[in-house]
């Protein structure tokens, strides 16, 4: 843990996305020195909820300008930092009509901020939030049924000329070799450390109101605008532990030119929306619960954009393992069923989904943001205390060498 005047600077792109916004605060509440990008300081939803983080830190956070596709604005940004933790990339919740209006920022920005990385003379080490399908992706088809087949590591690569490959897939995987490849040219007197982290598809509490695109599939169970449930595997992880692998691949030895799986569990989508129908049928919520056919949703991709991202994922199910999460970066994944429950609380709490006249529960949310995996807090366990003893969801559980998708 950071401490002092000597705290280390870390710079973290993103800032006030998902990810971001949550590895910020988790590296203000272990005492670093934080510098966040955002693309404009004048966008003050996105600014107050990040300078709101900085309530009761020892330092202040700093936030720059910068963006993906202006090169030039890196080299300030990174100046005098230690540590840079580069989140930020297009994340789009339907199909681009420009495969390049996702692929080019991610590449070129991963560059850019990896080129001013080298030149600065400080930075030791970089963090690089790439993605589950920059190892495989669902929309590939595997050629055999068994487990063996479907089981993936950190030692795959996708295929980014599979023409079943999206946009976004593309994005990850061609960000994430173009990184590795400038590590491996850069001159010994401009080498810095690489660690990546590959998080599935990540739920938990916002932080701002916003809604990610991880998250759509939450919002849309609650708010009518998904009456049915498409068979699509979902590979979940906590956004309180993909912040946590950023800190602990930031700083653990170990994680130093390596690729981190991130994943709770990989479960079909009527498991989730069981879960939350559970948790709301009495507080006047409608959860979907019976699965469409694969051609109702095929049929719904012709005129709802966002259908055509899962349409080639549909009924087929694969795994990955997390053995560097939990024994090299030492994080035990956050129960399942508290990361959904979390997530859904977070959203009607912070305005983004309403609240209905039977809603009584917003606990939960009052942890939102809050570390697990040993990083406890008074104001969670309080919370916790409070609620009957049916609805504590608060352990999380060993997790198998391999966790299905």
């Known amino acids: ?38 693309r404009s300081l004048q966008a003050e939803d996105k600014v107050k909820p990040l ?35 580069h989140v930020a990339s297009p994340f789009p919740n339907k199909a681009p009509s420009k495969p390049d209006d996702v692929i080019k920022p991610a590449v070129d920005g991963t560059l850019a901020v990896l080129k001013a990385a080298s030149e600065s003379g400080t930075v030791k080490r970089v963090v690089l939030t790439s993605s589950i399908v920059a190892i495989y992706d669902g929309c590939i088809p595997i050629e055999k049924d068994t487990v063996e087949a479907k089981t993936f590591n950190e030692d795959v690569w996708v295929d980014v000329e599979h023409p079943l490959l999206d946009a976004y897939g593309r994005s990850k995987a061609m960000a994430e070799r173009a990184a590795w490849d400038f590590i491996k040219q850069l001159p010994d007197d401009k080498k810095f450390e690489l660690a990546v982290v590959n998080p599935g598809l990540v739920m938990g509490p916002v932080l ?24 699509l595997n979902l ?13 602990r691949a930031m700083t653990v030895p170990e994680a130093a030119g390596k690729r981190h799986i991130i994943c709770t569990a990989s479960k079909w989508m009527k498991d989730v929306t069981a879960i939350l129908h559970k948790e709301f049928k009495g507080q006047g919520y409608f959860v979907p619960t019976i699965v469409a056919p694969n051609f109702f949703v095929w049929l719904n991709s012709l005129v709802e954009k966002s259908y055509r991202l899962i349409v080639q994922r549909l009924s087929r199910e694969f795994y990955f393992e ?4 939990t024994e090299v970066l030492k994080i035990t994944p956050t129960e399942l069923e508290k990361t959904i429950i979390d997530s859904a609380y977070s959203l009607i ?15 939960e949310a009052a942890a939102a943001g809050q570390q697990v995996n040993g990083e406890a807090v008074e104001e969670g366990a309080k919370a916790a205390e409070a609620e009957p003893a049916a609805e504590k969801k608060e352990e999380v559980q060993p997790q198998p060498e391999a966790v299905t998708a």
């Open 51 to 85: 300078k709101d983080l900085s309530v009761g830190a020892k330092h202040e956070l700093e936030l720059v300008e910068a963006d993906l596709l202006k090169e030039d604005s890196w080299k300030e940004a990174v100046k005098d930092c230690t540590y840079v933790i």
């Open 1 to 38: 843990m950071a401490t002092g005047g000597d705290s280390p600077l870390v710079l973290v792109t993103g800032a006030s996305g998902f990810i971001g916004a949550h590895v910020v605060k988790l590296l203000l509440d272990d005492g670093y020195r934080v510098r966040g990008t955002v």
């Open 235 to 247: 590979v979940v992880t906590d956004v309180r532990d993909v912040a946590l692998a950023h800190i």
């Open 322 to 325: 997390n053995t560097r999460m």
């Open 208 to 231: 701002t109101k916003h809604v990610p695109t991880s998250l759509e599939i939450i919002k849309r169970s609650l708010d009518k605008t998904a009456p049915l449930v498409p068979k």
């Open 349 to 363: 709490d912070n305005g983004i989904l309403k609240k209905s006249r039977k809603y009584k529960k917003g606990k």
